[in-house]
Antibody
Framework: EVQLVESGGGSIQPGGSLRLSCAAS????????MHWVRQPPGKGLEWVSV???????EYADSVKGRFSISRDNSRNMLYLRISSLRGEDTAIYYC??????????WGQGTLVTVSS | QSALTQPASVSGSPGQSITISCTGT?????????VSWFQQYPGKAPKLIIF???NRPSGVPDRFSASKSGNTASLTISGLQAEDEADYYC??????????FGSGTKVTVL
């Protein structure tokens, strides 16, 4: 069974940094396209980043240069380093596994709150 | 990349059918056969209910159906049930940012 469990969220001041983690089980992150999607409280979903099986990465314009996606194949983990944080980065961050060109499996999310 | 356009809310009585639209452009919805739909309950992660325009994953009831015409995709819920009250999001592959979501629609069962 595919399972994704995010962690690492919390309250952080503007300009700060965090590393979000996503523990995967039931499949290998190394041969999957893995995404981060975020959702500000009470608002809609926003695609953030993808790490493709071959290692290529892509980012939404809103986070380009500030966020970095990576993985640890030996631990079957996906990460998102988020830095230079702004208020508008406040959101629940979900990791998701791509399936049939969309988001087939989701974690429960981890909340990041950016506030002074 | 702007969000795809969905109505903010749609409502219906139990047993009725409702349709949610999702309008994009020829660089996303209209350009690919890769529209998907998600159901999200409050405080929960989204759940995939439609992939590749009109296909249902295993376990999704067949009262959920979907289609696409030009730059607009649609999700229809037939025989509306109380448990269908949730937020629904469309999503499309796009030339620019790999995926773009719709603005979301709150479905209310009267």
């Amino acid at each position: 069974e595919v399972q994704l469990v995010e962690s690492g969220g919390g309250s952080i001041q503007p300009g700060g940094s965090l590393r979000l983690s996503c523990a995967a089980s039931g499949f290998n992150v190394s041969n999957s396209y893995m995404h981060w999607v975020r959702q500000p409280p009470g608002k809609g979903l926003e695609w953030v980043s993808v790490l493709k099986s071959g290692g290529a990465t892509e980012y939404a314009d809103s986070v380009k240069g500030r966020f970095s996606i990576s993985r640890d194949n030996s631990r079957n983990m996906l990460y998102l380093r988020i830095s230079s944080l702004r208020g508008e980065d406040t959101a629940i961050y979900y990791c998701a596994r791509e399936w049939r060109n969309t988001f087939g499996s989701w974690g429960q999310g981890t909340l990041v709150t950016v506030s002074s | 990349q702007s969000a795809l356009t969905q109505p903010a809310s749609v409502s219906g009585s139990p047993g009725q059918s409702i349709t949610i639209s999702c309008t994009g452009t020829n660089t996303d919805v209209g350009g690919f056969h890769l529209v998907s739909w998600f159901q999200q309950y409050p405080g929960k992660a989204p759940k995939l209910i439609i992939f590749e325009v009109s296909n249902r994953p295993s376990g999704v009831p067949d009262r959920f159906s979907a289609s696409k015409s030009g730059n607009t995709a649609s999700l229809t819920i037939s025989g509306l049930q109380a448990e269908d009250e949730a937020d629904y999001y469309c999503c499309s592959y796009t030339l620019t940012t790999t995926h773009v979501f719709g603005s979301g629609t709150k479905v209310t069962v009267l």
